[in-house]
């Protein structure tokens, strides 16, 4: 049974992995940029969900208002600071990027230095199901994960929009060919990956009831393993990925694994943010090009 | 920078004519993380500190001279706080410091403040080598052991708990009372059933949970910060787990009711503050701290005011700036201050009782008080 | 001499000079080689914990600094190894990763102190004035090694590799070797500043060694100019010093730092050293003018 409780709990938190770690693979697969602000935008949605929630009583309000304060927090990102740099070579990108993380974490200190939580905190129930107690707001993150990914999926598959969309990020110069407005589908796709990834920061504030300024610190890293390990730019390595690490890191954390008369135990001989990053070198030692090759 | 500073000086010595006592104010170096993960709990000590400075100075200060604090942010790092530690002991020039910061920190500016024979005092910081770096260091909170010590038998004596589940931050505060802990458990008839650690960053425990909730424990012996234990304590309700949580000093703040709501209500803790302490001094200092915060006092701000005042007390009886003096003064010390009577030992570790705080109604009350001298009694060498 | 500096001054310029070292051994494999380095720190721990533990156990400072070198390198030959499998962008992640796995295994091992770190080690008996002087002289000889090769056929080597890697392969210059060449030789010097950052201090743990650090190096490098060893050596020496004179920078450090990073990248991604060509410029076009 505790196998399942712990296998449970780790695609739940894949499901978290999972919101961050498509706009970080949709900003790879259009721009070929490591986008690590992106996990500043986790806390800004954090913040806004809470303050908003503590100012209005509406959780519902305070959601959309960190979907939509991220997602134009992203596309700002996208004009200021990587449009004007695109053309010189990816490292000047890759540390631009870390250095407006470390800075926006920083701001976000001017504004709390310790950091909000909910004065009633909304989503609190809990579920009773299969033996297990589940927390509601566990649950619904993994629902909307799947109903916001899923939905993104057969947009970019069904509708004209994304046809133009998927274009773009396999054949831009093409895609500007026939007439597609790249710069418009840039601003969309940093708009999107945003504000999942407020959205992510906002079910975690639930869980935790603390959002700091470095909330987004242990995200960060962790998501930009998961988008090597799937491949780089490939959305299903990516989606497999995060679930494969929660469930990994749930295991490794609290079991040790009988090997002969030894047990192994992973969580005595590194913490659990190490694991990611220990996966994915054995990972690229067998397979250079990461699990899964963008089709 | 320092012209500027020189030109301040000479200016406001020019308007007031009580400029000159500038240069006889006694300066009590003072480091703690203002920034970075640990910086709500130096915020609370520097206003601890400031506190004490402006109650003993209001009083007429220390032999006729005014306390002033030179203050520096380590943001809980070894590698600021030594050349803090350099800085305050060559540029500043201070009589004696006080570490209002975590264990790691107050290590690497402990062997420097040894090293220049500058005495040093450790406000709340709990590793047990931070006083072996020599006669010049002393501690004002309990070493980890001892408070980990206090833990056991609250648990087991107290409680009357007897299958404990041991959650532990990875970090030498976590582990430092976790050995404490486990020292002791046998004696009160404690019975470890599991333990599992977690790294400072975590925030979510989800997994861990999973596991304790098989485990079936009587108590949870929980070591952490009001960052790490409240986002814990909430979880561990909301999956269901009822067993009563143990936490210790590092919860010792309003924060941690707040982060964890609900959820805290039950929790016990083993600290140096008693919210409901009938003492005068205690008291005094409550109230005093959260008229100038703005909010409720804490174990850390506790004990960087009581530091000041075992500082004050002994520039008082030594009556003179010799750093020998100072020292020899400071280990003769008895003060009755906001954390209790401090005096100290050999090793100038302070022997005082445990108190044992409980969340009820959203506030921290009295629980109850361990006393027993061969417990508590700190390493003397 | 020895009276005019006070311990702080010589603490502060012994830090300096081993900021020094670090920077430009990352130099050596991001500026003249094109490689970039997201863990540089965890190779200065490698360093730092090796001369550590080996001058527990009675080795002599100087035997344990080479080893500390020595193993350093070691593991820089292993992500050398790893930079000529993977991609471009899958070496900065797993970079990054090396300084997670450093600190990830290094606290949950009791013989390197685990989280409490090492302390309470011995200290070469040369006195820190004795001390300072070694770690300047070190950091000469660290700008004096990266001025040779820079201007060795070595150099020119490095240089096409890192301005295009596969016209460098078509010429006939075997760039793995190269690569590894420079990934070995900035790890070890990086082992060298770790042993020499250890022993001027009396405390080290995981967390000295971690990403921040890293970046921290990398925003010298950058803020200087990659590539420039003039410009690298004065970014270090003012980015060490500059938190710790100015209180308000020093409050503000992580700002400043994370600002810096991105405002040169944003606006003079050649850093100092490409402020100072552009300045060159513009003043020789004026005069060409007039004159």
């Not at chain 3, 080689?33 to 730092?48: E, P, R």
């Not at chain 3, 660290?142 to 016209?167: C, H, N, P």
Request: with cysteine.
């Amino acid at each position: 049974m505790t196998e399942l409780a712990l296998l449970v709990q780790g695609l739940l938190d894949g499901s978290i992995y999972a919101l961050i770690a498509v706009g970080l693979t949709l900003v790879y697969g259009l721009l070929r940029i490591l986008h690590v602000a992106h996990a500043a935008l986790f806390t800004l949605g954090g913040y806004v969900g809470v303050v908003v929630t503590n100012e209005t009583g509406s959780f519902i309000l305070a959601l959309v208002a960190a979907m939509i304060v991220a997602g134009i927090a992203g596309m700002i990102i996208y004009r200021l600071v990587y449009q004007p740099i695109l053309h010189l070579p990816p490292y000047v990108a890759l540390i631009a990027s870390i250095g407006l993380f470390i800075a926006m974490q920083e701001g976000f200190r001017f504004y709390d230095e310790q950091g909000v939580s909910y004065v009633n905190p909304p989503v609190q129930g809990t579920l009773e199901l299969a033996g297990q107690t589940l927390q509601l707001a566990k649950i619904v993150t993994f629902f909307v994960a799947i109903i916001l990914i899923g939905g993104l999926g057969l947009l970019a598959a069904k509708t004209r929009t994304g046809v133009a969309w998927r274009a773009t990020v396999t054949m831009p110069a093409m895609a500007e060919s026939f007439g597609i407005n790249i710069i418009q589908v840039r601003y969309i796709n940093f708009f999107i990956g945003s504000a999942l990834a407020a959205v992510a920061g906002v079910m975690v504030s639930l869980t935790t009831n603390l959002v700091e300024p470095t909330s987004g610190d242990v995200w960060s890293y962790k998501a930009l393993a998961i988008i090597v390990l799937g491949g780089l730019g490939s959305m299903r390595g990516t989606l497999i990925a995060c679930f494969a690490l929660g469930v990994l890191e749930a295991f490794a954390t609290t079991t040790c694994v009988p090997l002969g008369n030894i047990q192994i135990c992973l969580g005595e001989i590194m913490n659990r943010d190490a694991i990611a990053f220990a996966f994915l070198v054995i990972v690229l030692m067998i397979r250079p090009q990461g699990l899964f090759v963008r089709a | 920078m320092r012209t500027k500073l020189l030109f301040a000086g000479v200016l406001s010595a020019g308007i007031f004519a009580a400029g000159m006592a500038q240069a006889q104010n006694i300066k009590i170096g003072f480091h703690a993380p203002l920034t970075g993960f640990a910086a709500a709990d130096g915020k609370s000590a520097v206003l601890g500190a400031q506190l004490a400075v402006e109650q003993i100075n209001a009083k007429g200060g220390v032999n006729g001279k005014k306390l002033q604090l030179v203050i520096y942010d380590d943001q809980a790092s070894p590698k600021n706080s030594a050349p803090i530690a350099n800085k305050l002991i060559s540029q500043d020039k201070v009589a004696l410091a006080i570490s209002g910061s975590y264990s790691g920190a107050t290590r690497a500016a402990a062997g420097v403040f040894q090293k220049a024979k500058v005495p040093y005092i450790a406000a709340y910081a709990v590793h047990p080598s931070i006083t072996k770096a020599g006669p010049y260091v002393f501690r004002t909170s309990f070493v980890g052991e001892v408070q980990g010590r206090a833990g056991a038998k609250l648990v087991g004596d107290i409680l009357k708990k007897r299958r404990v589940v041991l959650i532990t931050l990875k970090n030498d505060f976590g582990r430092s009372l976790v050995r404490g802990f486990k020292e002791k458990a046998a004696a009160y008839g404690v019975k470890i059933v599991s333990e599992y650690e977690y790294s400072i960053k975590n925030r979510q425990f989800g997994p861990i949970i999973a596991k304790v909730k098989a485990d079936k424990p009587d108590a949870i012996y929980a070591t952490g910060y009001f960052f790490t234990a409240g986002p814990l304590v909430r979880q561990l309700r909301a999956a269901g787990v009822k067993a009563v949580v143990i936490g210790q000093e590092g919860y010792d703040s309003q924060k941690f009711i707040k982060i964890a709501g609900k959820a805290a209500e039950g929790v016990v803790i083993t600290t140096s503050l008693n919210r409901d302490s009938k003492r005068a001094v205690t008291l005094g200092f409550i109230k005093a701290f959260e008229k100038k915060a703005g909010y409720k006092a804490d174990m850390v701000a506790a004990t960087t005011h009581t530091a000041i005042y075992v500082a004050a007390a002994a520039l008082k009886a030594a009556g003179s700036m010799d750093p020998a003096a100072i020292r020899a003064a400071i280990a003769k010390t008895t003060v009755n201050a906001a954390t209790g009577q401090i005096s100290f030992n050999s090793l100038g570790e302070v022997q005082k009782s445990v108190l044992v705080q409980v969340v009820r109604n959203g506030n921290w009350h009295f629980h109850s008080k361990i006393d027993d001298k061969m417990l508590l009694a700190p390493p003397t060498k | 001499m020895e009276d005019l500096l006070n311990a702080y001054d010589m603490s502060l310029i012994r830090t300096a000079a081993v900021m020094v070292i670090m920077a430009l051994s990352l130099n050596l494999i991001t500026g003249f080689c094109g490689q970039i380095s997201l863990g540089h720190a965890a190779f200065m721990g490698v360093g730092a914990y090796t001369s550590v533990v080996l001058s527990i156990n009675g080795v002599d400072f100087i035997l344990g600094t080479l080893a500390g070198m020595a193993l350093a390198g070691i593991l820089g030959i292993l992500v050398g190894l790893t930079s000529l499998r993977v991609r471009h962008d899958f070496l900065a992640i797993t970079t990054m990763g090396i300084v997670f796995l450093f600190s990830g295994i290094v606290e949950q091992s009791s013989f390197l102190g685990d989280t409490d770190g090492l302390s309470g080690y011995p200290h070469p008996a040369y006195g820190d004035f004795a001390y300072m002087v070694m770690t300047i002289l070190l950091a000469i000889a660290v700008m004096l090694l990266s001025i040779y090769i820079r201007r060795s056929w070595m150099g020119a080597t490095f240089k096409s590799i890192g301005d295009d890697e596969d016209t460098a392969r078509i010429l006939g210059i075997d760039v793995s070797l190269y690569k590894l060449a420079a990934f070995v030789m900035g790890t070890s010097l990086a082992g060298l500043a770790g042993s020499l950052y250890a022993h001027q201090t009396t405390i080290i743990q995981a967390e000295n060694f971690g990403f921040i650090e890293s970046i921290t190096v990398l925003s010298m490098v950058v803020f200087g100019g990659v590539g420039s060893i003039a410009g690298v050596t004065v970014a270090a020496i003012v980015l060490t010093l500059l938190p710790l004179w100015s209180q308000f920078i020093g409050d503000y450090k992580l700002l400043f730092y994370g600002g810096l990073l991105f405002l040169m990248m944003r606006f003079a991604p050649y850093g100092l050293a490409g402020i100072v060509v552009r300045l060159q410029r513009l003043v020789f076009r004026r005069t060409g003018d007039t004159g």
